[in-house]
């Protein structure tokens, strides 16, 4: 079975730096891209960029290139999303996805649970 | 960036009524090689990651009930539920993924008259 299990809610104050985590399991993790989506409160979903993981991409949608930054461990099969800069404009819940794949004759999508990042003074 | 308009912002339709929900992409998603639409909705309820309903502009995801319906072609694609149930409130999105940097719509709050 696919699963995407991400770290758990955050609390930081602006300027500090973050680490958050997608471990992935059941599933060859080489062979799918990972992405991130953001949802600021009460807000829809924006996509914020992916490490594809067949050709060893990072690709940034324009909103957050520069902003953020992805990642992966083969080793470990898991991405990351990290900030260097917290803001408090980055308070939202964050959300990891696999590239959907077919599974007998349809085809599926695979989220992780969400992360809750606060950033708060 | 392929930008996703959705419309109405939100609707509330009575139980066992149809409610219908409109998507307009700035650039076609119609891949002619493949003649498919890389367009897919998303059904998203508080506190839960978006849940695929449709894929291929029309095609219905694993286990989504057959009153949910998807059509259109280039760049304009409509969601129908053709009879609304209480379990279907929820937020809307039309998604592209024509390029693999997916672009959604602004979301659909569909709620009960």
């Known amino acids: 079975e696919v699963q995407l299990v991400q770290s758990g809610a955050e609390v930081k104050k602006p300027g500090e730096s973050l680490r958050i985590s997608c471990k992935t399991s059941?599933?060859?993790?080489?062979?799918?891209?990972i992405g991130w989506a953001r949802q600021l409160p009460g807000k829809g979903l924006e996509w914020m960029g992916i490490?594809?993981?067949?050709?060893?991409?990072?690709k940034y949608s324009p909103s957050f290139e520069g902003q953020v930054t992805i990642s992966a461990d083969r080793s470990i099969n898991t991405a990351y999303l990290h900030w260097s800069t917290l803001r408090a404009s980055d308070t939202g819940m964050y959300f990891c996805?696999?590239?959907?794949?077919?599974?007998?004759?349809?085809?599926?999508?695979?989220w992780g649970q969400g992360t809750l990042v606060t950033v708060s003074s | 960036d392929i930008v996703m308009t959705q419309s109405p912002d939100s609707l509330a339709v009575s139980l066992g009524e149809r409610a219908t929900i409109n998507c307009k992409s700035s650039?076609?998603?119609?891949?002619?090689?493949?003649?498919?639409?890389?367009l897919s909705w998303y059904q998203q309820k508080p506190g839960q990651p978006p849940k695929l309903l449709i894929y291929w502009a029309s095609t219905r995801g694993s286990g989504v009930p057959e009153r949910f319906s998807g059509s259109g072609s280039g760049t304009d694609f409509t969601l129908t539920i053709s009879s609304l149930q209480a379990e279907d409130v929820a937020i809307y999105y039309c998604q592209q993924y024509y390029t693999t940097l997916w672009t959604f719509g602004q979301g659909t709050k569909v709620e009960i008259k």
């Open positions: 996805a696999r590239q959907p794949g077919v599974v007998g004759d349809t085809v599926r999508d695979y």
């Open positions: 490490v594809d993981l067949p050709d060893s991409e990072i």
């Open positions: 059941g599933y060859d993790f080489g062979d799918f891209w």
């Open positions: 650039q076609s998603v119609l891949y002619n090689p493949k003649n498919k639409n890389y």
